[in-house]
Antibody, heavy 117, light 108 residues
Framework: QVQLVQSGAEVKKPGGSVKVSCKAS????????IHWLRQAPGQGLAWMGW????????KYVQKFQGRVTLTRDTSTDTAYMDLSSLKSDDTAVYFC??????????WGQGTLVTVSS | SYVLTQPPSVSVAPGQTATVTCGGN??????VHWYQQKTGQAPVLVVY???DRPSGIPERFSGSNSGNTATLTISRVEVGDEADYYC???????????FGTGTKVTVL
């Protein structure tokens, strides 16, 4: 079955950066975009962007432009989300999700990133 | 960018019907997806493209979309349906996914 397994929780200092991984299995990795979303504590869902695993093309929400970088490694079927210049309000659970023509049918378990001095 | 508005909370007794709305300008022109998120878990897609259900989702979950409002209906509500529910659309003008504000469904 389709699975997306994310890396573990991180604690980072303001100004630093974090890299979250998302390993896909159960389907051809290059066939579906990988989307990244986040959810601040007690808040709703926010979409950050996507990467096309086949081409490496990316799309980012303007809010994160310049601070987020999405990459992938097709040899290990893994996608990565790199967020830099961290601020306290970047504290959130970050999710990867498989893309499709009908929303996100599969999600990773989420990775808590805490930004604190 | 495009704004989706949901009621903060809906309360329903077991066995009754819960209705969650998602308001947006001419939302009928967009494909609406709905997610269920239980505490501490990742979201689960329960309805896509306004009214279709992924495999494994009970028929009790249904959706509709008309005018400026999309609706998720949960029939014969069970205690296990207690969760936050989010609507989602792709906004072509800003070229991004947009989520509703979320609705907490409480089963009394």
């Amino acid at each position: 079955q389709v699975q997306l397994v994310q890396s573990g929780a991180e604690v980072k200092k303001p100004g630093g950066s974090v890299k979250v991984s998302c390993k896909a299995s159960g389907y051809p990795f290059s066939d579906s975009y990988i989307h990244w979303l986040r959810q601040a504590p007690g808040q709703g869902l926010a979409w950050m962007g996507w990467i096309n695993p086949k081409s490496g093309d990316t799309k980012y929400v303007q809010k994160f432009q310049g601070r987020v970088t999405l990459t992938r490694d097709t040899s290990t079927d893994t996608a990565y989300m790199d967020l830099s210049s961290l601020k306290s309000d970047d504290t959130a659970v970050y999710f990867c999700a498989r893309g499709s023509s009908h929303g996100h049918p599969s999600w990773g378990q989420g990775t808590l990133v805490t930004v604190s001095s | 960018s495009y704004v989706l508005t949901q009621p903060p909370s809906v309360s329903v007794a077991p066995g009754q019907t819960a209705t969650v709305t998602c308001g947006g300008n001419n939302i009928r022109s967009k494909n609406v997806h709905w997610y269920q998120q239980k505490t501490g878990q990742a979201p689960v897609l329960v309805v896509y493209n306004d009214s279709d259900r992924p495999s494994g989702i009970p028929e009790r979950f249904s959706g509709s979309n008309s005018g400026n409002t999309a609706t998720l209906t949960i029939s014969r509500v069970e205690v296990g349906d207690e969760a936050d529910y989010y609507c989602q659309v792709w906004d072509t003008s800003s070229d991004q996914y947009v989520f509703g504000t979320g609705t907490k469904v409480t089963v009394l």
